[in-house]
T-cell receptor, first 112, second 115 residues
Framework: GENVEQHPSTLSVQEGDSAVIKCTYSDSASNYFPWYKQELGKRPQLIIDIRSNVGEKKDQRIAVTLNKTAKHFSLHITETQPEDSAVYFCAANSYNTDKLIFGTGTRLQVFP | EAQVTQNPRYLITVTGKKLTVTCSQNMNHEYMSWYRQDPGLGLRQIYYSMNVEVTDKGDVPEGYKVSRKEKRNFPLILESPSPNQTSLYFC??????????????FGAGTRLSVL
């Protein structure tokens, strides 16, 4: 079935450094790739998304890139701050079935 | 205020005792979905609904039922809960089916323990 792999599972960075989280999807018909941030004890919240007709999208300190050929997409956070500490989930929709398949999450810790 | 409301937020029950977790949204969204979140496994979709009376299985539907009799409500039913259904559950809604416009809004979550 459809699958989304996410790496790394944990990531520790110094404040001000960049963080990169990578995902790979299996369904070549997927056309929508959201990223969610989940703070401890809170609900997931959408932080950025990208559609398959776009290669890159930026929103202030966060950016997402998509390589459709390789079926990879990545989240880039620059100038990290302690408030970026959270669990981040990538996801890919299954176009034919309308399901949303999530990765297993990356716990990002930003140390001051 | 636009929101997705789940109840209860916390529930402890015993094996075999039927329970329902309610989900309601006030945004007139067509698409609603249930997920369970387990450590190391991320969020896994249980069931989803693209509109009233239209429901479909996600990746882990076994042991769960849903109904969509009204647009705003999408209850999750566990007919005979078992300990492996102990988890954190999220309801989510989206304006339209995911293929079109895919922003999902999540409820606050329901932490269920089955003893």
């Amino acid at each position: 079935g459809e699958n989304v792999e996410q790496h790394p599972s944990t990531l520790s960075v110094q404040e001000g450094d960049s963080a990169v989280i990578k995902c790979t999807y299996s369904d070549s018909a997927s056309n929508y790739f959201p990223w969610y941030k989940q703070e401890l004890g809170k609900r997931p919240q959408l932080i950025i998304d990208i559609r398959s007709n776009v290669g890159e999208k930026k929103d202030q300190r966060i950016a997402v890139t998509l390589n459709k050929t390789a079926k990879h997409f990545s989240l880039h956070i620059t100038e990290t701050q302690p408030e970026d500490s959270a669990v981040y989930f990538c996801a890919a929709n299954s176009y034919n079935t309308d399901k949303l398949i999530f990765g297993t999450g990356t716990r990002l810790q930003v140390f001051p | 205020e636009a929101q997705v409301t789940q109840n209860p937020r916390y529930l402890i029950t015993v094996t075999g005792k039927k329970l329902t977790v309610t989900c309601s949204q006030n945004m007139n969204h067509e698409y609603m979905s249930w997920y369970r979140q387990d450590p190391g496994l991320g969020l896994r979709q249980i069931y989803y609904s693209m509109n009233v009376e239209v429901t479909d299985k996600g990746d882990v539907p076994e042991g769960y039922k849903v109904s969509r009799k009204e647009k705003r409500n999408f209850p999750l039913i566990l007919e005979s809960p078992s300990p492996n259904q102990t988890s954190l559950y999220f309801c989510a809604s989206s304006p339209t089916p995911l293929g079109a416009k895919n922003i999902q809004y999540f409820g606050a979550g329901t932490r269920l323990s089955v003893l």
